[in-house]
């Protein structure tokens, strides 16, 4: 489609957006929202008829990218035939979505309760461990996010914890291994993996093993940073939780349906959870809709017991729908295969030749369609481009290479001193060194702030 400018209607968009929307994560008079036209495939335009390549994936959802004709007809045709209905019943769109999901789960993990979201997925998965196991406390890693919901946003690693810290939550975090910024002092993946795993078991052990109900991870961390654990790290976290009976559950809500190059991350690593959390891609984020796969030792515990949780549109007959016509397009259309093809063959050389040109560049990693950049001050330090939790005139340097970015016409995805490379997961080969050329651009100005 060819973006019609029509200013005047984007004005009134943003006006009534800046007069009565509440943005989340934001202070309120600080920001500039864009106002979105349209979008289609990897890219979205404004009513100025500026085009981007959305190398964002809208937040790491649009797996198979923007209005995709059969999701959109499937929303339609469910919509005209049962536009929703109560979840204590059962509907067509709702087991057969559920059905999909269990037929590409690893394991046993062969019962699916819906929820809205990835955030009150990972607090169903918390509250059933709980149940299941009789235990108070959960353990999650530094460097993670889970969700902005109370309890998910304790689980949380990251800055975005703090404000709401309670401190009463029951949760306790560990470092999880990260060889580029180690806190182990390793020098090699097999260091990093063994000294985070004696972390992680002492942890347990001061905690003590009879409290503890579960340990959450990201089986890759998205936000904190695209952090691929070291072979062996998240065998031995699961048998670390079979010796001390904790349930392992792990959030595969950014890291699932194709954006590894796999259906979920846990296939690259032979490794089956307890309990697994997902959304956003399950249905490129059309309708909202998350869950949790359940084990069948879990699924027991509340086999005659009820289990004490639930929403109002939980399997919502829209959502559901739109997830069955995306599952089956990603199956039909190869697109977990193009994730990990493209990722092989054209985005991380691609990337290491960006590394190897621009010394704001520290580290690159990542797979399939999920990639980030360390950006870096000094490469010889690794000191940050920019400060930890940097606002304001110390964030510059990033808001500068963003804004670089944008005028190169692709949308980047920054993080605190990361930019992440996370396009749809169908993303051609030619949008791709599309938006890779761009960001080549876009790291010239980053360099201007190394040393």
Request: proline share 6%.
């Amino acid at each position: 489609m060819t973006p019609q400018p029509n200013p005047e209607a984007g004005a009134a968009v943003k006006a009534a957006d800046r007069a009565h929307v509440f943005h989340s994560w934001s202070a309120q008079e600080l920001i500039d929202p864009l106002a979105v036209a349209g979008a289609e495939g990897s890219y979205f335009w404004d009513y100025e008829g500026r085009k981007y390549l959305d190398f964002t994936s809208g937040l790491v959802y649009t797996n198979i990218g923007y209005q995709h004709p059969k999701v959109v007809a499937a929303i339609q045709e469910q919509a005209a035939t049962l536009s929703t209905f109560a979840p204590a019943f059962a509907v067509e769109a709702r087991s057969e979505a559920a059905r999909l999901i269990a037929e590409r789960t690893p394991g046993d993990l062969d019962k699916i309760f819906f929820t809205n979201g990835g955030a009150d997925a990972v607090e169903h998965a918390v509250r059933m461990a709980r149940l299941h196991t009789g235990r108070p406390k959960v353990l999650s890693a530094y460097r993670s996010y889970h969700g902005g919901t109370q309890q998910a946003v304790n689980l949380t690693g990251d800055p975005r914890r703090w404000p709401s810290d309670s401190g009463t939550a029951g949760v306790v975090h560990f470092w999880a291994p990260f060889l580029y910024r180690s806190r182990f002092y390793a020098e090699s993946e097999e260091q990093e993996c063994a000294r985070a795993l004696e972390h992680l078991e002492t942890t347990i052990a001061f905690e003590g093993p009879s409290t503890v109900a579960a340990i959450v991870l990201e089986t890759i961390p998205g936000t904190a940073g695209i952090m691929v654990p070291p072979a062996g790290y998240l065998a031995g976290v699961r048998e670390l939780c079979d010796k001390y009976g904790i349930v392992f559950v792990l959030d595969e809500v950014m890291a699932g349906f194709g954006r590894t190059g796999r259906w979920f991350a846990a296939d690259l690593f032979d490794v089956v959870p307890d309990l697994m959390t997902f959304a956003k891609g399950v249905n490129s984020g059309y309708v909202p809709l998350g869950g949790v796969a359940i084990s069948g030792a879990i699924a027991e515990t509340f086999g005659k017991r009820a289990y004490p949780g639930g929403l109002t549109y939980s399997g919502h007959p829209l959502a559901c729908a739109a997830a069955v016509a995306t599952i089956n397009v990603m199956a039909e259309e190869g697109v977990a295969e193009n994730a990990a093809r493209l990722g092989t063959e054209v985005v991380e050389p691609a990337l290491r030749a960006l590394a190897e040109r621009h010394p704001s560049v520290g580290e690159v990693r990542g797979v399939g369609m999920f990639w980030a950049l360390d950006l870096v001050k000094n490469r010889e330090t690794r000191e940050p481009l920019v400060p930890y939790n940097a606002a304001g005139e110390a964030n510059a340097p990033m808001a500068a290479f963003a804004a670089a970015a944008k005028k190169q016409g692709v949308w980047p995805f920054v993080n605190m001193n990361r930019t992440h490379v996370v396009p749809p997961c169908n993303v051609s080969e030619a949008e791709l060194k599309e938006g890779l050329a761009a960001l080549d651009v876009a790291l010239s100005v980053a360099d201007e702030y190394t040393e």
